[in-house]
Every structure is written in structure tokens, then in C-alpha cells.
């Protein structure tokens, strides 16, 4: 059974970092690309970034680049996403979701429950 | 990027009945070397994370069942709900996989009459 456990979330003041945590298990973790998606309180879907299986390929939204850092440990079945200079408006629950096979342009086929950021002083 | 539109914002169906949502991508997502749309549908219950119902438009993603259906190409897909049941009251998304940022539509409610 696919499993995806995030950890890592909680509440940190307007500037700070947190790193978020992805473990895995149930499937090949090094033959996926991954993403992280979050979700605003009461709003929509927004992807964030991903990171291809061997991790020799990353690609973030606008809005986060040059803040945040997706990065992978396939020995540890783990996916990270480090976030600094974080923001009000970063506020969301963050999930970790798989692409369906090794390439980034595929839909998102299994997700983990989610892990709760806010960015409040 | 990509601006993805749904439509209705919510819809109320009675139990039974067809529900069926609209979605529109800004550019098209059909990839001419294959021929595959690259869209996506997927359900959000109420503390759940999102599920893959439907990708390339129309494929049943394993394990759905068979009254939900998706259609179109191009930038216009349509999610349909046949014979609608308590346990599809949810959020449907879709989402354009073409080009990053992949991007998902705003959402459309799904309630009973």
C-alpha cells in the first residue's frame, strides 16, 4: 500500500523557516517525481514545486522561488521541503503528492494527509 | 501560466441525478505528438486530502467508479456525475499537468438537493 506521512508543520512567526518532511513507502520512491501542494484555509489547490526522482531536476512556482527548497533523500525514502523567509500568505496545509510515473508532466496520483504551516506573529 | 476556470462555483444535484462541471484551461492542453490532454480531475472530501478521479481528460484513474466520466479537448473538459450518491458531496478540482506551474481550477462544490 502507497503510504505518504508528512511532518514538520506548525506555527512560526512572519521571517522564520521550517522544514517539512515527506516519508514514503509502499512503492519505489526514486522512480517518481514528487511535488509538495498546499492548500490556504478554505481555498484552492496550488502547487508548489517539484523534484524529479533522481533529483537532477527541480522546478518551483513564482512565489516561492528563492524561498523554499525541495530536495529528496531516495536512501531514506524522504521528501523536504525547506522553507525560509516565510510569510502570512504561506500559510496552508502542505501536502506531499506523487506524480503517477518518473516524469513531472503527469497528474498526481496519490497524496499524503497533510501537514498544517502558519506563518502568524 | 495556464488559468484554469470551473464552473459552477457549487451545484446541489438530487441523489440519482446528473451532476455535471465545466472546465476551461487559458491555453490548450492537448499535446499535438500524442495527442493526450493534459488534464486532470480530482475529489476533495472534507478533511481529505484531494484524489486522482481522471487524467488525460478521460481515464478513469483505478478504483473510481464507472458514473464518473471526463470529456473534451483542447481547453473545454466537462467532469459528469452520473446517478449521483451521498458519498460524492465533495470539492472537484481539475488541474492542467501541460506546462508548470501546474495549475488548478478554483473548485466547484458538490452538495445533495
Known amino acids: 500500500e502507497v503510504q505518504l506521512v508528512e511532518s514538520g508543520g506548525g506555527l512560526v512567526q512572519p521571517g522564520g523557516s521550517l522544514r517539512l518532511s515527506c516519508e514514503v513507502s509502499?512503492?519505489?520512491?526514486?522512480?517518481?517525481?514528487m511535488s509538495w501542494v498546499r492548500q490556504a484555509p478554505g481555498e484552492g489547490l496550488e502547487w508548489v514545486a517539484n523534484i524529479k526522482g533522481d533529483g537532477s531536476e527541480i522546478k518551483y512556482v513564482d512565489s516561492v522561488k528563492g524561498r523554499f527548497t525541495i530536495s529528496r533523500d531516495n536512501a531514506k525514502n524522504s521528501l523536504f521541503l525547506q522553507m525560509n523567509s516565510l510569510r502570512a500568505e504561506d500559510t496552508a496545509v502542505y501536502y506531499c503528492?506523487?506524480?503517477?510515473?518518473?516524469?513531472?508532466?503527469?497528474?498526481?496520483?496519490?497524496w499524503g494527509q497533510g501537514t498544517q504551516v502558519i506563518v502568524s506573529s | 501560466d495556464i488559468v484554469m476556470t470551473q464552473s459552477p462555483d457549487s451545484l446541489a444535484v438530487s441523489l440519482g441525478e446528473r451532476a455535471t462541471i465545466n472546465c476551461k484551461s487559458s491555453q490548450n492542453v492537448l499535446y499535438s505528438s500524442n495527442k493526450n490532454n493534459y488534464l486532470g480531475w480530482y475529489q476533495q472530501k472534507p478533511g481529505q486530502p484531494p484524489k486522482l478521479l481522471i487524467y488525460?481528460?478521460?481515464t478513469r484513474q483505478s478504483g473510481v467508479p464507472d458514473r464518473f466520466s471526463g470529456s473534451g479537448s483542447g481547453t473545454d473538459f466537462t467532469l459528469t456525475i452520473n446517478s449521483l450518491q451521498a458519498e460524492d458531496v465533495a470539492v472537484y478540482y481539475c488541474q492542467q499537468y501541460y506546462s508548470t506551474p501546474f495549475t488548478f481550477g478554483p473548485g466547484t462544490r458538490v452538495d445533495i438537493k
Open positions: 503528492a506523487r506524480n503517477q510515473l518518473d516524469t513531472a508532466y503527469r497528474p498526481f496520483d496519490n
Open positions: 488525460w481528460a478521460s
Open positions: 509502499g512503492f519505489t520512491f526514486s522512480d517518481h517525481w
